[in-house]
């Protein structure tokens, strides 16, 4: 996946065969952000005007705009994953949280 970052915000940034054109969504948001180039300079600047823009539209409508994630995740998962989880995260010296968070960390990037 391609990316780009800016404000703490990130997009995912896909190419439209159709009409030949760089088209990019704001992630991590309900709110819908996105935007269109037909180059990569013409891009980073059409997203950096999105964000302000949406930063901006914020303000102006007295709502606080969508931040990126907190950092605390809750999940549910079967019982028998805990458990093989807890025993890996024990086998390699670490707590729960860091053997888990290292897990999301490296799937997290291989896309």
Not at 15 to 36: A, K, M, T, Y
């Amino acid at each position: 996946m391609n990316k780009m970052s800016y404000k703490n915000y990130t997009a995912r940034i896909d190419f439209d065969e159709r009409d030949n054109i760089l088209v990019g969504r704001v992630l991590g948001i309900q709110d819908i952000v996105s935007f269109h180039a037909e180059n990569v300079a013409d891009l980073r600047t059409a997203f950096e005007e999105a964000v302000d823009d949406y930063l901006e539209a914020c303000a102006a409508l007295g709502k606080q705009p969508e931040k990126s994630p907190s950092g605390q995740l809750m999940l549910r998962i079967p019982k028998e994953v805990h458990g093989a989880a807890l025993i890996a995260s024990q086998a390699a010296g670490k707590s729960l949280n860091q053997w888990a968070a290292e897990a999301l960390e490296k799937h997290a990037h291989e896309s």
